[in-house]
């Protein structure tokens, strides 16, 4: 799409539904806010389009005027890939509109939407999509570059789960993509994240979750590590997979179902969540306490909803973050090892090393079926995260995160990690995520859709020559 006019501010704000706010302008500071507070840019012109036909003005607007784009789903990508300094943000959070048809299992949500607000309004039918375990993210990059959660072992990935998109390609042609619709297309947005358009509607199948679901917690002593988690490998190659289970090494929070003694004692916490009934859920809390002594437990019947917000005090907004993931295939004796040896020497309370299981109905899936990175078999993500809210902590741990992920490299499946759990893109990671051949084909599905490469402040696919 081009267009006759000049590319002043007033001629893109006579252009758009929606607004464009510039430095000074009421909203300006809180539009170009993201998650991690270590990021703090200043875009020219923030846009807040009212639909797909402002985004495609927008992005005319920014080719006309030769601005950067970038793209804004929740704002929690760690690099802040979602701002840019002098460049042109669609902020997407103006598009928040949620429908839910639950005869047909179906719901629909706009590209700024975050979990809370999806979990919300699903959950009114007791139906829910896959989605990742801390609600103030956007269902925008976590699906987009796969999203697992606590639903994933029984229904997937987010990005499994997609019906369809409604998209805005860098040169503005509206489309609808779904399995046989550009399917090419549909590939690349399951896995390959945001650089082939601007979604501006998911469409996602729905699942009877909840509304009470269940949640067992054990958490062991820093000093029980290779034993916590060689007892988590067990449990792992045992329990059905339809548990959603996460291993985490982390300071206890000071919440009311941990005792007061243990608040703020680092350790490992071992959670198992269940979705099939209390019968199941009681089996695998048997199997939980036959392993070594934990601190404490805490087991308990808990609203779906509870349970997607459980982790969002751990991160909360406006906090200093940087990361690093491997894949794995499991806590072998070498991996724990590493992870035993290095999260004792953490600065800061709040860093965090969430260990996702990825198994169930997640191996279901071809490993072509989708562009999503990870292996389809049962294996882990190891997330190396140092989050503070004091500077010196933060640089501390940034380097403890490099240096732990040096030493667990040697044992992971793919050092490089998932493609959401990159602060930074170095030395060729996001490649290797996805290794030569599934690259190779997003590279050309790239070529296709952006061959100018508009959408790069991502986890980027180079445009095939
Ligand atoms: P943004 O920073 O807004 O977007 C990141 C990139 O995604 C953008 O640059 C853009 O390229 C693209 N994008 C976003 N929305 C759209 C859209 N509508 N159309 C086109 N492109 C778009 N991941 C998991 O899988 N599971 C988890 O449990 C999990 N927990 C997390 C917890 C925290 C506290 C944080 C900070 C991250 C977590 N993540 C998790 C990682 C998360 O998937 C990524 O940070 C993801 O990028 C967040 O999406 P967003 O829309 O909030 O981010």
Not at 11 to 18: E, M, Q
Not at 30 to 48: F, K, Q, S, T, Y
Request: aromatic content about 10%; glycine content about 12%.
């Amino acid at each position: 799409m081009t267009s006759t006019a000049e590319p002043t501010l007033e001629s893109l704000r006579t252009r758009l539904s929606g607004a464009a706010l510039i430095d000074g302008d009421a909203g300006y500071d809180v539009a170009r806010a993201v998650w991690n507070g270590e990021i703090d840019r200043r875009p020219a012109v923030v846009v807040r389009p009212a639909g797909p036909a402002d985004v495609a003005t927008a992005l005319a607007y920014a080719r006309e005027a030769g601005l950067d784009v970038s793209v804004r789903g929740g704002g929690h990508n760690f690099g802040g890939a979602a701002v840019v300094d002098g460049g042109l943000c669609l902020d997407l959070s103006s598009l928040d509109a949620i429908s839910v048809d639950p005869d047909g299992r179906t719901a629909r949500c706009g590209g700024g939407v975050t979990w809370a607000r999806l979990d919300a309004a699903t959950q009114e039918y007791a139906l829910a999509v896959p989605g990742g375990t801390v609600s103030h993210t956007g269902v925008g990059g976590l699906t987009l570059g796969g999203g697992f959660g606590w639903l994933t072992g029984k229904h997937g990935l987010s990005c499994d789960n997609l019906r369809s998109a409604e998209l805005v390609t860098a040169d503005g042609e509206i489309l609808r993509v779904s399995a046989s619709e550009h399917p090419d297309l549909f590939w690349a947005l399951r896995g390959g994240g945001g650089n082939f358009g601007v979604v501006t509607e998911f469409e996602f199948r729905l699942h009877p979750v909840g509304p009470i679901v269940h949640l067992g917690l054990f958490f062991y002593g820093l000093d029980d590590g290779v034993a916590a988690l060689g007892h988590a490998r067990e449990l792992l190659a045992t329990l059905p997979g339809d548990l959603g289970v996460l291993v985490a090494g982390l300071n206890a929070p000071p919440a009311p179902f941990v005792p007061g003694r243990f608040h703020f004692r680092p350790g490992y916490a071992v959670l198992i969540a269940g979705f099939s009934g209390e019968e199941q859920h009681a089996e695998a809390v048997r199997a939980a306490r036959s392993g070594p002594a934990p601190l404490f437990e805490f087991v308990s019947p808990i609203p779906y909803v509870e349970l997607q917000r459980m982790l969002d005090e751990a991160a909360p907004w406006g906090i200093l973050g940087y990361e690093r993931a491997v894949y794995a295939d499991a806590f072998t004796d070498e991996v724990a090892e590493v992870i035993a040896e290095f999260l004792p020497r953490k600065a800061s309370p709040t860093s965090i090393v969430p260990m996702f299981a990825l198994r169930g109905a997640y191996t279901d899936v071809a490993d072509d079926a989708t562009a999503f990175g990870g292996p389809r078999r049962t294996s882990l993500v190891v997330n190396l995260t140092s989050l503070a809210a004091d500077p010196a902590a933060f640089a501390a741990d940034r380097a403890w995160v490099r240096e732990f992920w040096t030493a667990l490299a040697p044992f992971a499946t793919n050092p490089a990690g998932y493609v959401n759990f990159m602060a930074e893109y170095e030395a060729d990671r996001v490649r290797a995520s996805y290794g030569p051949g599934k690259y190779e084909r997003l590279a050309r599905i790239k070529a296709a859709y952006d061959p100018r490469n508009v959408f790069h402040h991502n986890a980027n696919i180079t445009p095939a020559p």
